[in-house]
């Protein structure tokens, strides 16, 4: 499943699914621990820009000019969001699985995480909602990691 992973330099995406602390082959293991606190301003900007966790008026020029929302803002709203999103995923496990939910329960759980829905047939939406839980859940990947990673197809 080819994806492309925010680097968070600010240059764009690059090829691995990785984020600071990952080991070699982009895959998160079991017990490995990543935290906020190790991700960079940028990525917590990704995460909380993707998540619709603050408002645009933070970047509109004629206003603020490009001034930001302050770190422990981000970093409060991307943890309660992260808490959810794990909190999400263990209930949809627990209940059976995305086949458990019906479609505009997929609608909210993909756009909770971020993911887009606009223009997408059921059937892409359910497997991609499977996907994000079979890579948490089977895979051990962080929130974090899925929150920096999107994928091609």
């Known amino acids: 499943m080819p994806s492309t992973h925010y680097n968070g330099d600010g240059l ?7 984020t600071e602390g990952q080991g070699e082959g982009g895959e998160g293991r079991e017990g490995e621990t990543e935290t906020l606190n190790s991700l960079n301003r940028e990525q917590l900007l990704h995460i909380s820009r993707s998540l619709g966790l603050h408002s ?3 970047f509109d020029e ?3 000019a490009g001034i930001s929302p302050p770190s422990g803002l981000l970093q409060r709203r991307v943890q309660k969001a ?10 949809i496990d627990r209940d059976g699985g995305v086949g458990g939910l019906d479609i505009e329960e997929v609608k909210m759980a993909m756009v909770d995480r971020g993911l887009d829905v606009l223009g997408k047939q059921d059937g892409e939406l359910r497997r991609r ?4 839980v079979w890579l948490r859940g089977k895979k051990g990947w962080g929130v974090e ?3 920096l990673t999107r994928y091609d197809s």
């Open 56 to 58: 645009t008026w933070w």
């Open 12 to 18: 764009g995406k690059t090829n691995s699914p990785r």
């Open 145 to 147: 990691t899925m929150l």
């Open 82 to 91: 992260k808490e959810y999103i794990e909190s999400d995923d263990k209930l």
């Open 62 to 64: 004629s206003f603020l």
């Open 129 to 132: 909602l499977k996907d994000w």
